[in-house]
């Protein structure tokens, strides 16, 4: 099953400090959002603001956060917990920390069914589901523990666990990070052959740009917390607009092609630390940042965050854009 997206306004804190500024994103249902940013960006706080997995000291100050008509935002109690993972589903990073190491593994993806619904099939259904993922010998697996796995079968489970219950939405956390190239090849293969037959929208979280190539449809751009450009993925990668994302394509672009010797191409600085700067988040590190930029925080026109890129757009002088918010 399939279901649009749409985040707005969505405003995350941790204690006093703010991680997510009004955060807002459309993904069409049965795409796949890429997004992208630093360590610190706010990737991971919004993928636990969406699937309501943020921690106790965790808040979400403001906004709605839509999946096919549910606002997953306002749940609580018995509806919270029937929309997970039916309406939407959280893939991890570390599917070994995910997993429980003393069950075995078709124990864990059986409770799934057992939890929701109390199925008398459970058992048959979470060797169904370890197939579905393309395990050879499902049965067998489904009698091992976790570190009886190797590293790319264990995130096959999480997958299998994930859409157990055919959810609306997937938020996957760099489920391919820790995995060696050919392993990820395989499940990024996966997830796409999964999202066909399904039609599941997925958001999917990433600091490889070629996993972005491979498979999404739109990219979000994050950075200090708050959307830097959000675009088509092809124009992203034929034509990006805001600063932080020419660094990024130009980090990706000379890790890929430099001489053995050669420095790699890097943006200078470093990420602001939580809570953020004044201004636009990127202008410490920006060679174009003006007066403005180190005052206001840019509003997201045209899919671009960026004062100097709408001044450009429309011709007006430096310091002013012409626009509001």
Not at 58 to 75: E, K, N, P, W, Y
Not at 120 to 148: C, F, N, T, W
């Amino acid at each position: 099953m399939s279901a649009p997206v749409s985040i707005e306004g969505l405003t995350v804190a941790y204690g006093d400090q703010v991680s997510l500024h009004d955060v807002s994103l459309d993904v069409p249902a049965g795409t796949v959002l890429a997004l992208v940013g630093e360590s610190g960006s706010g990737k991971s706080t919004l993928a636990h603001a969406a699937s309501r997995l943020l921690p106790p000291n965790a808040r979400i100050l403001g906004g709605t956060i839509s999946v096919g008509g549910t606002d997953m935002a306002a749940l609580t109690g018995h509806e919270l917990r029937s929309a997970r993972g039916s309406t939407v589903a959280y893939l991890p990073q570390d599917a070994l920390a995910a997993l429980n190491p003393v069950m075995r593994i078709g124990r864990q993806i059986a409770e799934v069914f057992t939890a929701a619904n109390g199925r008398s099939d459970a058992a048959e259904m979470a060797v169904e589901m370890l197939r579905r993922v393309s395990i050879r010998d499902p049965g067998q697996v489904a009698r091992k523990y976790p570190h009886q796995l190797s590293g790319g079968m264990r995130q096959r489970v999480m997958i299998a666990i994930a859409l157990a219950h055919r959810p609306q939405l997937l938020i996957a956390d760099e489920p391919t990070t820790a995995l060696d190239v050919t392993v990820q090849a395989e499940v990024l293969e996966l997830v796409a052959e999964l999202q066909r037959d399904t039609g599941v929208t997925v958001i999917w979280i990433t600091h490889d740009l070629s996993v972005v190539k491979e498979i999404a449809d739109t990219v979000a751009v994050l950075y200090g917390g708050r959307v830097a450009e959000h675009c088509a993925a092809d124009e992203l990668f034929a034509a990006a607009r805001h600063p932080y994302t020419l660094g990024l394509l130009g980090s990706f672009g000379g890790a890929r092609t430099a001489a053995p010797k050669e420095r790699f191409t890097a943006i200078p600085g470093s990420p602001p630390l939580r809570g953020g700067v004044p201004g636009c988040p990127f202008h410490p590190r920006c060679t174009r940042a003006e007066d403005r930029c180190r005052s206001e925080a840019p509003p997201l026109l045209g899919g671009v965050a960026c004062h100097v890129v709408a001044r450009e757009a429309t011709g007006t002088g430096a310091g002013e854009t012409g626009m509001t918010a």
